[in-house]
């Protein structure tokens, strides 16, 4: 494996290509996230909005004003572009190096084309023609640097994008909007062919704009207001493409080049390399603010717990920062109208140093005059994405007495490189605050501890091998294929435990990666229960590379490159690749493999095994899961909360599967009423059997709103009480661990043949 610290080995799941999400997305340090599988759905009995075509976006970085689109990169861009190429086609350094000609091209210009338009609603076929000269050009212009063809399609999408803002703000002034036929909107355009001309996309685009009417309308919006809403924001829509620059053109076109070679490769500018590693290390220096942008102005969302805005007392959720100035005498900038991540890079800046804000409070009007603050910077933790735990009480078999069983939440496996290498106290560190969370929990005499992996993407290879040296004692824990084909054996070196008793790892089809190393190895180690869903499927190890490091340059130029530089294996010989890691107790599948993981990249690596290496089997749990299946099988089966859930996956799945949604009115209310009648009745049914309510239960099924439209203190608050909604898949892990423990302490041949090689009840890892 390589082991220069100039590198940090990652194991994650893919990014997207370029970032697209509301134009009111929060952000802090965290760049893109994570992909996670969306489990609302699953917590909650209605089915998800259909997506809509007019969806603003919130791209990268530059000022509202419409950026001057360039017609070709820039001096550093054409250099950025030959490195990548010398990395990924020209080097031994890819696991898969593939070279760069026509066919590459070929598949590199259709996912620049999915990148821009993957919902088939702006370029017609036409268009496309247009572009097909293009198609096995493109391999020229990277190793060229002459990238004209990628600004040259990205200035059609622009046009595109404004000829279809207008002809929706158009339609809002028509007479449309009635609802009493039997039309439907058909969103789902993935396997389309393209528009045959613009007359098709208008009759798409038609069918767009009534449904979005429509969801605004059954949300109790009337006409007056639904226009106002949708006319701002397809003007939004407008207005931040055409804010789009050079550099996001570029990153997004080389991504189509580094998503060619396999699905975990990623080209990163030098503001999206920054924001990937400040994910990594949960901390940055800044004020502890998380900001949303709405309409014109940056607002903020959240104070991070314990950050200079949090102990200033000044800055509150809902403010608007209209000015931002430097130091204690540098002039405020008005970013009115800025991109947020622009407002972002002036407002974060270094350990001690001082920057001015001017604010209006949330509950003044906008035409207010400004609040000016001074706030000092510092560092600050990520806390909220941190690893957290719990005690569940779980009631006993018969006259058996409860059971406490410590939960650890665990959503990636991060660290701060860069603070490790300088060797910094308490840097961040997935397994530093796992092992104090033991720590704690073995002081409060839990009797067992399930780690909650789901929707772990991943992170660190360096903290998923010493995360699991906390339950095992010295071995090997994952075999790492290079390029050229050497094997070489990772493991835990270090004498004893953290946590000996037992243990259970609850994962989903979000789990990924380095969560699929450490599930696996503890499944291939015996020691503990792998519960839940099988995981993401994904068994590589990436690098990140920083292009910068070859010219020695003193700023920041180039980016950085996250690319696949091998294949990781158990150590019983399996990879995860694909297949997963599966678990020993299945709950029902909330998402499909065909949906969601490894299995749905067309150019993801296939499955393969290599030989296996020796290991301690702690325990043998086959014996067991017979019987733990039909003790949960039972439990469940009168558990109103998992019954619900599963209904839930049904109708999630159910509704998954539609590629069209009704435009009747009297339809959807009947529907939505379904739907809310279904919440309410469950919401009694909790009442009536003590069960813990749902702090959601009274919100709006569907506002009809985009986040940016929303009130920014009550959306924020809503998905703070997410966070309190009952979790039956959590209780019920820590049940059939209370029941392995229950079966196992009353049944001692049982448990011999179980734990083969524990002398003590309660320890399975002697």
């Known amino acids: 494996m390589i082991k220069n610290p100039l590198f940090a080995l990652l194991l994650t799941a893919p990014l997207a290509l370029l970032a697209r999400a509301d134009t009111g997305a929060p952000q802090t340090a965290q760049a893109e996230p994570k992909p996670r599988v969306d489990t609302t759905l699953l917590q909650s009995p209605e089915a998800a909005p259909p997506p809509t075509l007019a969806e603003p976006v919130e791209p990268e970085a530059a000022k509202k004003v419409a950026a001057e689109l360039p017609a070709g990169p820039t ?35 259709t996912r620049y084309l999915e990148a821009l338009d993957g919902g088939k609603q702006f370029f017609t076929q036409a268009d496309v023609a247009r572009f097909d000269r293009y198609k096995t050009l493109l391999d020229d212009a990277i190793k060229s640097g002459e990238l004209e063809p990628a600004y040259a399609i990205f200035a059609t999408y622009r046009e595109r994008v404004n000829d279809r803002v207008a002809y929706a703000r158009g339609l809002l002034k028509q007479d449309i909007f009635d609802f009493s036929g039997n039309d439907e909107f058909r969103y789902d355009r993935e396997d389309a062919p393209w528009a045959a001309d613009t007359a ?45 620059e050079g550099q996001d053109v570029f990153q997004t076109f080389l991504n189509a080049y580094a998503g060619a070679i396999d699905p975990h490769t990623n080209y990163f500018t030098p503001r999206s390399a920054e924001n990937f590693n ?90 207010s005059k400004p609040v000016r603050v001074t706030i000092t910077r510092d560092e600050v933790r990520l806390e909220d994405q941190a690893a957290k735990s719990e005690v569940l009480t779980i009631p006993g078999q018969g006259d058996a007495p409860a059971q406490k069983i410590g939960v650890i939440e665990l959503p990636g496996f991060y660290q701060d490189f860069e603070a490790r290498r300088l060797n910094k106290d308490n840097y961040a560190s997935a397994t530093r605050d796992v092992a104090r969370l033991l720590k704690e929990l ?45 094997v070489s054996v990772e493991g835990d070196s270090d004498n004893g435990v953290a946590w000996d008793g037992p243990l259970a790892v609850l994962v989903n089809r979000g789990s990924a990666s380095a969560s699929e190393i450490f599930a696996g190895a503890i499944q291939d180690y015996g020691r503990g229960l792998i519960i839940g869903e099988t995981t993401f499927g994904k068994g590589t190890v990436q690098n990140l590379v920083d292009l910068d490091r070859w010219p020695a340059n003193e700023e920041e130029r180039f980016g950085q490159v996250k690319l696949t530089i091998a294949q990781f294996f158990r150590v019983a010989g399996g990879s995860t690749q694909n297949k997963g890691v599966v678990p020993d107790i299945n709950f029902p599948a909330s998402v499909d493999a065909t949906e969601y993981g490894e299995s749905t990249y067309d150019n993801a690596l296939p499955w393969t095994k290599i030989a296996a290496v020796p290991h301690v089997n702690y ?148």
């Open 75 to 109: 001096e550093y861009q054409t250099t950025a572009a030959k490195l990548v190429y010398g990395l990924l086609s020209d080097s031994r350094y890819a696991y898969r190096p593939q070279a760069l000609d026509d066919a590459l091209s070929a598949d590199m210009y």
């Open 200 to 244: 098709e996309l208008d009759r798409l685009w038609k069918q767009s704009v009534r449904n979005d009417w429509l969801r605004l309308k059954l949300a109790g919006k009337e006409s007056d207001k639904i226009r106002e809403t949708l006319d701002k924001r397809y003007a939004n829509l407008a207005e931040n493409i055409a804010e789009l």
């Open 442 to 486: 073995k002081a409060k005499d839990v009797d067992g501890v399930v780690l909650d992996l789901r929707n772990n993407g991943g992170g660190s290879l360096t903290e998923a091998i010493e995360l699991t040296g906390l339950f095992i004692d010295q071995g090997p824990v994952v075999q790492v294929r290079e390029s050229g084909g050497r």
């Open 619 to 766: 325990g043998n749990f086959e014996p067991l899961l017979p019987k733990l299946e039909t003790l949960h099988t039972q439990r469940v089966a009168d558990n109103r909360e998992f019954q619900w859930w599963k209904e839930d996956v049904a109708r999630y799945r159910k509704e998954a599967a539609k590629t069209s949604i009704s435009l009747n009115e009297a339809e959807r209310r009947t529907e939505r009423d379904a739907n809310e009648a279904r919440r309410k009745q469950r919401q009694e049914t909790r009442k009536e059997l003590g069960l813990a309510l749902d702090p959601l239960a009274a919100a709006q099924l569907d506002d009809g709103l985009t986040a940016n439209e929303r009130d920014i203190i009550e959306d924020a608050a809503r998905e703070k009480a997410a966070e309190d909604r009952p979790d039956p898949l959590l209780r019920e892990s820590a049940a059939i661990l209370a029941d392995a423990l229950w079966l196992l302490s009353n049944d001692d041949q049982l448990s011999a043949v179980v734990l083969p090689g524990s002398g003590t009840a309660g320890h399975w890892a002697d």
């Open 278 to 367: 400040l994910s990594m290390s949960l901390s940055l220096e800044g004020i502890g603010a998380v900001l949303q942008k709405q309409d014109d102005i940056v607002a903020i969302r959240e104070i991070v717990p314990g950050g200079p805005a949090d102990k200033s007392e000044i800055l509150a959720p809902g403010d608007r920062v209209v000015g931002v100035g430097q130091g204690t005498s540098g002039p405020v900038e008005d970013v009115i109208g800025w991109r947020i991540d622009n407002v972002v890079e002036l407002i974060r800046g270094p350990k001690d140093s001082q920057v001015r804000l001017d604010i209006v409070p949330a509950e003044a009007g906008l035409d």
